[in-house]
């Protein structure tokens, strides 16, 4: 989801041949993001009421469990979509839950809000992200919402996403400015859950971190099976199990 930190089955031979990439997938990335403009929110009436879009599902009552390693510790994340949702500037977001774990100790919880319009577009209203610090629990400066503080929508998912297309995630300045580019329509991913091919993958990163990259996975029917940090880290994480 948007909302983690820029992001088991990863074998050592990907790791490699992602780093060798990574560079010039970085240097591509940081061009790309000058001169992308901010998509234009539809009007409330536009909106639908499911979230249904094929590579960015969200059904309430699902619970999507993954795994994985951050800088050599374990990793753990648990995505639930709730059955609340939020008004924000007149849409009504579905709330999702997310929370990590890192070394079986409490890192970061987020509450993330979605809507999808009646094209299929599944839009980022914002989200209310707080870190364990010191025994209790402080709101992160990349929270935001749509419509605060010159904060804007963006689109974590499209309707029908097409090779070489960038476009922003979400945006308030200087705190949350996430970017993704969709490289392929037709990437093969080996997971916990399961093997897929015609996975969309996709390169992510933000301007406010130059030198990080993720390189995502999305599954039609399924979502987001695998992350994984490709530059300025090690991090990744894979699905394990869905429930409802």
Known sequence: MSGRVIAAGATVGIVVLAGAVSALAGRSADKATQGTPISVLPSPSEFVKRIDNKYFPLRPGTTFLFGGTQEGKARRVSVFVTHKTKMILGIRATVVLDQVLVGGKREEKTFDWYAQDKHGNV?????????????????????????????????????????GAVYRQEYYAGHAE??????????????????FQHALQTSEWTPLERGV????????????????????????????????
């Open 123 to 163: 839009w980022y209203l914002g989200e209310d992200s707080s870190d364990f610090v010191n025994g209790k629990w402080v709101r992160s400066d990349g929270s935001w919402q749509a419509g605060v503080n010159g904060a804007k929508a963006g689109i974590v998912m499209k309707a029908n996403p097409r090779v």
């Open 178 to 195: 996430d970017m993704a580019k969709i490289l392929s329509r037709n990437s093969s991913v080996a997971v916990s859950y399961g093997s």
């Open 213 to 244: 990259l993720e390189h995502k996975y999305y599954v039609k029917g399924i979502g987001n099976v695998r992350t994984i940090m490709v530059k300025g880290g090690s991090e990744e994480e894979h699905l394990v199990s869905i429930t409802r």
